[in-house]
């Protein structure tokens, strides 16, 4: 399958701060790319959709503010979380669509492991 | 209803027996359907995908999806311990994918 690297796999910040995480498809475009935030045993929750040159769209009751995405580029896409407190530590992860017909496929990077202390 | 409904589990198997893993869709617009595996604390894998109705089959895994009656099934044969995981069924509806909230599979040995 397709090849979508994330980075950093873990980080550790301080409360007050800003983490970016960056998402790459490194042997397709991803015309589409989905960031999801898992806490432990629960379901993936979908927090955004964005699409190369646009604004990402964001899902009810994700801060757009707080969770800043940038999809600059067809291989490259980035989450800022800002001002992190606690409660925003969790497993994040990113995948990406190359979406050309109704048959597309989504491939995951590794995910993000962010703790805020 | 859920768009997409999995029975959450845990389902245990016999090692060596056939893991069936079911998911039903509730838009019948619905065009592709993804079985994705997950390990605790990492990320999702796809191991199955399939557009049409019938089985498909890869390896010891088979996809069979009936959009009459709005399901998609997943079959692991001869299963083995390093497939306990949890198993999430994806619907792509418009270039959005779906998903089911996941199925725990054990493989007891």
């Known amino acids: 399958g397709a090849v979508v690297s994330q980075h950093p796999s873990w980080v550790i910040c301080k409360s007050g701060t800003s983490v970016k995480i960056e998402c790459r498809s490194l042997?397709?475009?991803?015309?589409?790319m989905f960031w999801y935030r898992q806490f432990p045993k629960q379901s993936l929750m979908l927090m955004a959709t964005s699409n190369e040159g646009s604004k990402a769209t964001y899902e009810q009751g994700v801060e757009k503010d707080k969770f800043l995405i940038n999809h600059a580029s067809l291989t490259l896409s980035t989450l800022t979380v800002t001002s992190a407190h606690p409660e925003d530590s969790s497993f994040y992860i990113c995948s990406a669509m190359a979406g050309s017909s109704g048959n597309t496929e989504a491939f995951f990077g590794q995910g993000t492991r962010l703790t805020v202390v | 209803q859920k768009e997409v409904e999995q029975n959450s589990g845990p389902l245990s198997v016999p090692e060596g027996a056939i893991a069936s893993l079911n998911c039903t869709y509730s838009d019948r617009g619905s065009q592709s359907f993804f079985w994705y595996r997950q390990y605790s604390g990492k990320s999702p894998e796809l191991i199955m995908s399939?557009?049409s109705n019938g089985d498909k089959e890869d390896g010891r895994f088979t996809a069979q999806l009936n959009k009459a009656s709005q399901y998609v099934s997943l079959l692991i044969r001869d299963s083995q311990p390093s497939d306990s995981a949890t198993y999430l069924c994806?619907?792509?509806?418009?270039?959005?994918?779906?998903w089911g909230a996941g199925t725990k599979l054990i493989i007891k040995p």
């Open positions: 994806a619907v792509n509806r418009n270039y959005q994918l779906i």
């Open positions: 399939i557009y």
């Open positions: 042997d397709f475009q991803a015309t589409t």
